[in-house]
């Protein structure tokens, strides 16, 4: 029994994670239907700043120096990679994405020189309470309630605030919403902004966890992210955290199946499995409008 | 008020509009009528900002605007409503007002009671989302979230399209109303019979190129006019 729930909180805390990336993917797809394949890079190189920031700076200035430095990172991303090709077919925002993702990770290679960096403890995250009489590590119980928080405080900003509104607007209609006055490259840059800063947050909470910090580490969750936000509909914040709670739960379910079964090892491909079959039944996801066609 | 001058434009790799010149003056109501595919359209997006010219130049109160973006073009009080209405179908209808009048920094709450006394609908239905409207309303509702800029030069493109003989009327009526209420208004109309008579001035338009000036009424019984647009 004490397992059982140490396995669900930790499934629960590691789809949380997934989660606070999922919404980047999902907010920029719904914004300029563009996959960010250099999402999950940033990421990644938030991270990098998390080790290289708090071997002089303490904890309290890091972290907020993370979320700062990796959001000026995506916002410059954003421009230089990906404003110039907005007339341009989406497939080449796509190779434009891939190649960021390519740069990143060898930039990261480079300044690491490839080895993987180890991240700090921080000691209110890392340390352990005990829950229904299991140790748990505090990040895995903050994990939840803080995307819980953080996806309130989105809905809120998209809902009721003016730039929500014009983000709603922009993701419909681009042309309109030059008509109303909106400055679209704002509206785009603003996604990017909340997109990086919730990256950088999961990147804390996820190497908090994960503790080691490669050039390609950023791959595979950035991947599931991928997955959980196709999964819960591309383009719907709610179905992204969804998607990517379920996700969390079940790769960490299966890793804790009976060593004798030896399953454990296919968590990953099971993540893909389930993308393949939601995908051949509902097409547009959990939570995913249906493609309308202009007329 | 409004100055087009020689303006050549391409538009999808041909050029749409072959060197036009015409003016909008304070107060009036132009038209541009036309054919599918005689650059009205490319016309009035090129004054919005959303194409660049190739040449010529666009002259509002006085101040060069050629090639702006399109923010700072609404921003000097010219605005259009698009083709097709291009209602926010997901924004509600409150919400669709409120974008419209998304580059003011005051309090809109006066000009949402005056669009809402122009189109009583849009108040009854204020909280729906735009895409649940029919037609007509849409194009009410198109009307006033223009409106909410508080636009010196109301553009209207096609404003009939698509709607009922009944409720074309009505948007014609609103239209003067508007225009009556100190909005200037350049308007483009394959509805030349309407438009025509609603207009000041209107300018006929055929592959690019103005080939008939006129006020509105005389143009209606004009010989070319009747036989190539009225049908009569």
């Known amino acids: 029994m004490e397992y059982i729930i140490s396995v669900l909180l930790s499934g629960i805390s590691v789809g949380g994670q997934y989660a606070l990336i999922a919404i980047g993917y999902t907010m920029v797809y719904g914004i300029l239907r563009l996959i960010n394949f250099a999402h999950g890079d940033v990421f990644m190189v938030a991270g990098l700043i998390g080790i290289y920031l708090s071997a002089t700076l303490p904890l309290y200035i890091t972290i907020p120096l993370v979320i700062i430095m990796t959001v000026i990172l995506a916002f410059v991303i954003e421009r230089v990679a990906y404003k110039p090709l907005r007339s341009a077919p989406r497939m080449s925002v796509m190779i434009s994405a891939i190649g960021v993702s390519y740069l990143l990770q060898n930039v990261a290679t480079y300044v690491t020189g490839g080895q993987p960096m180890t991240y700090p403890t921080i000691p209110g995250l890392s340390a352990t309470v005990n829950i229904a009489g299991t140790p748990t590590k505090w990040v895995v119980i903050l994990t939840p309630i803080l995307v819980i928080i953080l996806v309130i405080l989105l809905t809120q900003l998209i809902n009721h605030t003016k730039v929500g509104m014009a983000m709603r607007a922009v993701s419909k209609d681009f042309e309109t919403s030059q008509l109303m006055g909106i400055k679209i490259n704002r509206v785009i840059s603003a996604t990017f902004i909340i997109g990086s800063a919730l990256a950088a947050i999961g990147s804390i909470l996820y190497f908090t966890n994960y503790t080691a910090v490669t050039p390609t580490i950023g791959a595979l969750p950035g991947l599931k992210a991928f997955v959980a936000a196709v999964f819960g509909g591309i383009g719907s914040i709610p179905g992204a955290v969804i998607g990517a709670f379920i996700i969390g739960i079940c790769e960490t379910i299966i890793k804790a199946l009976p060593s004798a079964w030896d399953v454990s090892v296919f968590s990953d491909a099971f993540t893909f499995a389930l993308l393949i079959i939601i995908l051949v039944f509902k097409p547009t996801g959990l939570f995913g409008e249906k493609a309308t066609d202009k007329v | 008020m409004l100055k087009i001058n020689d303006l050549k434009v391409n538009y999808g790799g041909i050029e749409a509009v072959k060197g036009i010149s015409f003016e909008v003056n304070e107060g009036s109501i132009v038209t541009l009528i036309g054919a599918n595919g005689a650059g009205k359209s490319t016309t009035l997006r090129t004054i919005a900002g959303l194409v660049k010219p190739r040449s010529g130049s666009v002259e509002f109160l006085g101040e060069d605007i050629t090639g702006m973006a399109p923010n700072d073009i609404v921003a000097r009080g010219i605005t259009l409503v698009p083709e097709g209405r291009k209602i926010f179908a997901d924004l509600t209808v409150l919400e669709n007002l409120k974008i419209g009048a998304y580059m003011r920094k005051d309090n809109l709450n006066d000009d949402i009671e005056w669009v809402y006394s122009l189109f009583p609908r849009l108040k009854e239905r204020s909280w729906q989302a735009g895409g649940t409207l029919s037609g007509g309303e849409q194009q ?75 006020a509105g009424e005389e143009l209606l019984s004009n010989e070319a006019v009747k036989a190539a647009y009225l049908g009569t």
């Open chain 2, 140 to 214: 009410m509702l198109a009307v006033g979230r223009a409106l909410m800029s508080r636009p010196k030069v109301l553009m209207m493109d096609e404003p009939s399209l698509g709607l009922a003989p009944l409720i074309v009327r009505d948007i014609f009526t609103i239209i003067k109303e508007i225009n009556k209420q100190g909005v200037t208004v350049l308007l483009i109309e394959q509805n030349a019979n309407m438009a025509l008579k609603t207009a000041d001035t209107g300018y006929v338009l055929e592959t690019g190129r103005i080939t008939l000036t006129g």
